[in-house]
């Protein structure tokens, strides 16, 4: 791996700690919360979906600076990255369903249930920086 593409994915991970630092301050938020205050919904949401897409780009990118084999689709680096040692199974399906969400998020944004987001915002931040640890960890075992 060439140092910018290390660089690259750093990057990505150090944006997603970012927004996960910035989640954790309303990881307790309720539905009615988000039902009275727009403006805070509509920042967790962003915040959220942005934050989910770094672990897909970062997982993308690995997979593909690393050569392992082609993509079929976003859920299929998270697969390769389960195969690959990188992150272990348990993980690889907590990401899957934080990618459930940022479908949800980005493609039936008016349908999304506040209690369901309640929940993954109390639930997806650790995994989410689970993840990061774990590729970072990855990268700088490998060089």
Same mark, same amino acid.
């Given at each position: 791996?060439?140092?910018?593409?290390?660089?690259?994915?750093?990057?990505? *991970?150090?944006? +997603?700690?970012?927004?996960?630092?910035? +989640?954790?301050?309303?990881?307790?938020?309720?539905?009615?919360?988000?039902?009275?205050?727009? *403006?805070?919904?509509?920042?967790?949401?962003?915040? &959220?979906?942005?934050?989910?897409? @770094?672990? &897909?780009?970062?997982?993308?990118?690995?997979?593909?600076?690393?050569?392992?084999?082609?993509?079929?689709? =976003?859920?299929?680096?998270? /697969?390769?990255?389960? =195969?690959?040692? /990188?992150?272990? =199974?348990?993980?690889?399906?907590?990401?899957?369903?934080?990618?459930? *969400?940022?479908?949800?998020? /980005?493609? =039936?944004?008016?349908? /999304?249930?506040?209690?369901? *987001?309640?929940?993954?915002?109390? @639930?997806?931040?650790?995994?989410?920086?689970?993840?990061?640890?774990?590729?970072? &960890?990855?990268? @700088?075992?490998?060089?």
């Amino acid at each position: 791996m060439s140092p910018s593409d290390r660089q690259t994915i750093l990057r990505k *991970l150090g944006y +997603l700690q970012k927004n996960i630092d910035l +989640l954790l301050a309303h990881a307790s938020v309720s539905p009615s919360d988000l039902t009275t205050d727009p *403006l805070k919904r509509s920042a967790i949401e962003r915040l &959220l979906q942005t934050a989910i897409q @770094s672990v &897909l780009d970062s997982s993308r990118l690995l997979v593909t600076i690393e050569d392992w084999r082609g993509l079929r689709d =976003e859920r299929d680096a998270l /697969v390769i990255l389960t =195969e690959r040692k /990188v992150i272990d =199974e348990d993980l690889q399906l907590r990401m899957i369903r934080a990618k459930g *969400l940022r479908n949800i998020l /980005v493609h =039936e944004y008016t349908e /999304v249930d506040l209690v369901q *987001l309640c929940a993954h915002l109390q @639930s997806d931040l650790s995994d989410l920086g689970a993840f990061a640890k774990s590729l970072a &960890l990855w990268i @700088s075992k490998h060089p």
